[in-house]
């Protein structure tokens, strides 16, 4: 420790990856850092050393190649000076074509080399509440200490704060099969589709059970309609499942192998986020009656409602990403593509992004955060990892990374520069201050960066990425010149 009375300019709070590297990167611009970590005095309950930036799940920190959105990232890290992926790269180990480490050696270089920089000093003691002192950053990642999550959502209210994460699966909007699908909301709001009236006019594949589903709706489905309204008819695309295509399905999602509930993690799902595979599990027609529901809803091929539906929102802005709504999963991920490529019209899907349900604490970010990750409630007040909703180590390490840089620009009174919305890197904020009707964790993806403008035609997936990529590099490299 290099002497816990030393004047500072900016605390951060954790010393996990976005602590490290958001502590790290402020020191390298010449501010003075007070990083303050509780171990070795406390761990979360999936902590098992006393050093820093202690990898806990895995040894990988994912693909490397540049087609990937994580290889890109790690690609921008590397570029831009990063404490994570210097380190992450002299303690490699061999892993194919990804980017592991041991995970030993890792921490060690990382605890080495934030206890050795001049300009921060380390503190060792439990943070119970959000500190006065400003500037300040809560990296505190996803065991956040109950008392500092109370304090948390005390400040920023209570309905703001997560505790688990409910993560659907992302689809590349390229390799939907369009002709099996339609977009409509339910409801028929618009008029572009044929709706409950045609419903009501012609015969229904199942009339007694459709009319049961009609009239045993859910009370969430006035919010539903609000939102259609909102988001117009064709806010969502509609996968239709036959009834021997539904039953099949739902076997398969209670047959599915899933991940084990780590050690540190007390199975306590939300009704509201239940993974599919145990709505599944509670009855064949559960999610028929749930987020599968065909009620509102008229297939203009046939016009006639399905005997159920799986429903994709469009993940931004330009609908190059779909998500599965209501389908948070804890399959493992080859029985995700299995089972879910059962899925009419996602026959070839390509995932941007499989499911997950896990312990996580998290805020609301788009609702709670300025362009500089500062909590608009508590000016001073910074979110850096996945407090602040992101997903994996490496997306931690550059959301402390940018949370860094946007701060010491603020301290020099500077205007914000945040990295370019092509690059990696700026996907990383896209997706903080991007509204959802329940905002979730996300690893990066292609969805949070920018796509490609017209001029460049139609390119097949790699093609596409590989462009995204090199556009990405060249501009990253002239925000980080210019700065």
């Known amino acids: 420790m290099n002497g816990a009375e030393s004047p500072h300019d900016v605390v951060v709070v954790g010393g996990g990856l976005a602590g490290c590297e958001a502590a790290y990167q402020l020191a390298q611009r010449g501010l003075r850092v007070r990083l303050v970590e509780m171990k070795p005095h406390k761990r979360t309950p999936a902590q098992t050393s ?5 990898l806990v799940c895995s040894n990988s920190l994912r693909g490397a190649a540049l087609s990937n959105a994580v290889g890109l990232l790690k690609e921008e890290l590397r570029r831009v000076g990063s404490l994570a992926l210097r380190c992450a790269d002299e303690t490699s180990v061999p892993a194919g074509g990804a980017l592991a480490v041991d995970r030993e050696r890792f921490a060690e270089a990382m605890t080495r080399a934030i206890e050795a920089h001049p300009r921060i000093t380390v503190e060792h003691r439990e943070v119970t509440e959000i500190p006065a002192e400003r500037p300040v950053i809560l990296a505190t990642g996803p065991l956040t200490s109950d008392a500092l999550a109370a304090s948390l959502a005390a400040a920023v209210g209570a309905e703001h704060l997560a505790y688990y994460d409910a993560i659907a699966p992302i689809v590349s909007a390229d390799s939907i099969d369009w002709s099996r699908v339609w977009k409509q909301s339910r409801y028929g709001k ?4 044929r709706g409950d009236r045609a419903a009501q006019r012609e015969p229904t594949a199942q009339p007694d059970r459709a009319a049961q589903r009609e009239q045993t709706a859910p009370p969430e489905d006035a919010a539903e309609r609000r939102d259609d309204a909102e988001a117009g008819d064709e806010a969502y695309v509609n996968c239709p499942f036959d009834e021997a295509q539904y039953k099949a399905f739902v076997q398969a999602l209670v047959a599915s192998e899933k991940v084990e509930a ?22 064949e027609q559960t999610l028929a009656f749930g987020p599968m529901k065909p009620v509102g809803l008229t297939d203009p091929r046939t016009g006639r409602r399905p005997y159920a539906v799986l429903q994709l929102r469009p993940e931004d802005e330009a609908a190059t ?43 609301d970010a788009p609702a709670l955060l300025g362009p500089a990750m500062e909590l608009r409630a508590l ?43 092509t690059t990696a890197l700026g996907g990383i ?55």
């Open 379 to 421: 000016p001073g007040v910074h979110l850096a990892g996945q407090i602040a909703g992101v997903e994996g180590y490496v997306e931690s390490a550059a959301a402390g990374f940018v949370c860094a840089i946007l701060l010491a620009q603020q301290l020099r009174n500077e205007p914000l520069r945040p990295p370019p919305p």
């Open 190 to 193: 618009g008029g572009a589709v």
């Open 262 to 283: 780590r050690a540190f993690e007390e199975v306590r799902y939300f009704e509201g986020c239940l993974p599919c595979e145990v709505m599944a599990a509670r009855g």
């Open 50 to 54: 006393d050093r820093m930036a202690e």
């Open 321 to 363: 990403a779909y998500n599965l709504v209501g389908f948070q999963t804890r399959m493992k991920y080859a029985e995700q593509l299995r089972v879910f490529r059962m899925v009419p019209g996602l026959e070839e899907a390509e995932f941007l992004r499989t499911g997950s349900v896990h312990r996580n604490t998290f805020v």
């Open 429 to 483: 904020l896209t997706h903080l201050g991007r509204k959802q009707p329940t905002y979730q964790p996300s690893n990066i993806t292609w969805a949070h960066i920018a796509p490609l403008d017209a001029a460049h035609g139609k390119l097949r997936k790699r093609a596409r990425y590989e462009v995204m990529a090199e556009r990405a590099l060249r501009d990253l490299d002239a925000w980080w010149a210019a700065g």
